[in-house]
């Protein structure tokens, strides 16, 4: 569904970057920087925004990544480590994701604003049809952070009504497992780059490539 990275991009300036700095003065620093850089092609290529995910359910490990990276378990666990300190990559449910990935790995392509004006929403300005989603979802928590998961996933390529359709799916698993409120996911987890929710949607459905949400801007 969604289009490949075939390019990552690379600031100019990234080994002037203050983090960059020290880690290379680290020992095994430069070692660590190949991890780096390794963990970003990996990313590019599994397109999972950022998510390292073997497939569907499966997370890299750092034992795994060892051993695709051809690279030491000890210093590639260190990197990890160095990474998660710096805020450069962090971990939920066990799946490691490159912090910022849609941020500065966009694939989508840049449109002037003499050309196409963007609309901009304010936070009290939402779309009806996350609105809609919004109102159903049954755990209220961080809205905006939500927000930014259901553009992110509409920008993507999902539609709106596959993503109502994955969240009815999920509210009614809910409901027969008679989960509590506080084991339900959030909405910007089930929303969120793993792609959690994609579970819940009919596979035989062809899906649309058109995207009626492209000049959402967060």
Not at 7 to 13: R, V
Not at 20 to 45: H, N, Q, R, T
Not at 198 to 218: G, R
Request: charged share 35%.
């Amino acid at each position: 569904m969604e289009k490949m990275v075939e390019l990552i991009k690379i600031a100019c300036d990234l080994f002037e970057d203050e983090k960059m700095m020290i880690i290379s003065d680290m020992p095994e620093g430069y070692g660590i920087i190949v991890v780096w850089f390794k963990l970003l092609c990996l990313a590019g290529k599994r397109k999972k925004h950022g998510a390292l995910m073997l497939n569907e359910k499966v997370a890299y490990t750092d034992q795994m990544l060892a051993s695709l990276f051809k690279m030491p378990f000890e210093l590639v666990k260190k990197a990890l480590d160095v990474f998660d300190g710096f805020g450069m990559t962090e971990t939920e449910d066990g799946v490691i994701r490159i912090s910022n990935w849609d941020k500065y790995q966009s694939v989508r392509k840049e449109v002037k604003e003499e050309e196409e004006p963007k609309k901009k929403y304010s936070r009290a300005e939402y779309p009806d049809d996350f609105v809609k989603f919004w109102e159903k979802y049954p755990r209220k928590d961080d809205k905006g952070a939500a927000y930014k998961e259901y553009i992110a996933r509409i920008r993507s390529g999902f539609t709106p009504e596959e993503l109502f359709e994955a969240e009815q799916n999920y509210i009614n698993r809910l409901k027969k497992d008679r989960t509590e409120l506080k084991y339900t996911k959030m909405a910007k987890t089930f929303l969120g780059s793993t792609l959690y929710f994609e579970q819940y949607i009919n596979k035989e459905k062809k899906p649309v490539k058109e995207n009626p949400f492209e000049d959402y801007v967060l």
